[in-house]
């Protein structure tokens, strides 16, 4: 597999959640190599992969892949477009859960300390600045990252489809194939080629911004 430290770089954790130190890294499960960042998981035949991994790293226990019944064709090309069609950072308006306030986390009101002239410490409660006490805004800047895109309906986070892209790139793949679409709380899964399959979560409550609709294999 060309560019097999950076394909598996897409998709390995790089936060800071101590519990996810363990998928910082590939690690290696019956005969596969696998890879995420507890949204996306990314599964390799190990015969396909030239580096060794650590069988005793990543989760204990592992995601379920669905079985293929779908062969939506997921085009590269067509991917990149409708990623770099959206702003790298845009003023959108929300609603629903999506319009809590980041600053107060929709409470309304936030908790300021001060120091009075002895040096010592006070809390106090004020209407949060950001939403003038309603818990809720109106619009919010968001990055493309945190939008969502809907693939036959079902929306997904861009940033987590850009990694699907990145990594596709990376291997030289022009189009994978949708083999599950996610439903009923089971992931999507995209086979990138025999032998190297990803599986990606849903996101919910987020209005996609975009729209791909995939056609199957037998209905060109
Ligand atoms: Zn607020």
Known sequence: MQNEKLFFSRFVYNGE???RACLKKPFERNGFVYASDARIMVRVEKSLCE???DPQGGLKSLPSFPAPESNYKLDLKELIEILKSIPRCETVAV?????????CE???RV???YEDSNGEEHYDYFDCPIC???GKVKTKEIEREERAIAINGTSFKAGLLQKIAEAMNDIGLPYGVITYQAKNSQPMLIQLQEGIEVIIMPCIGIEPCRELHLKQANEE
């Open 17 to 19: 959640f101590i519990n």
């Open 51 to 53: 580096e060794s991994y």
């Open 95 to 103: 609603s629903g859960k999506e319009a809590e306030c980041d600053e």
């Open 106 to 108: 929709g409470d309304g």
């Open 111 to 113: 908790e300021w300390t």
């Open 132 to 134: 003038d006490g309603k």
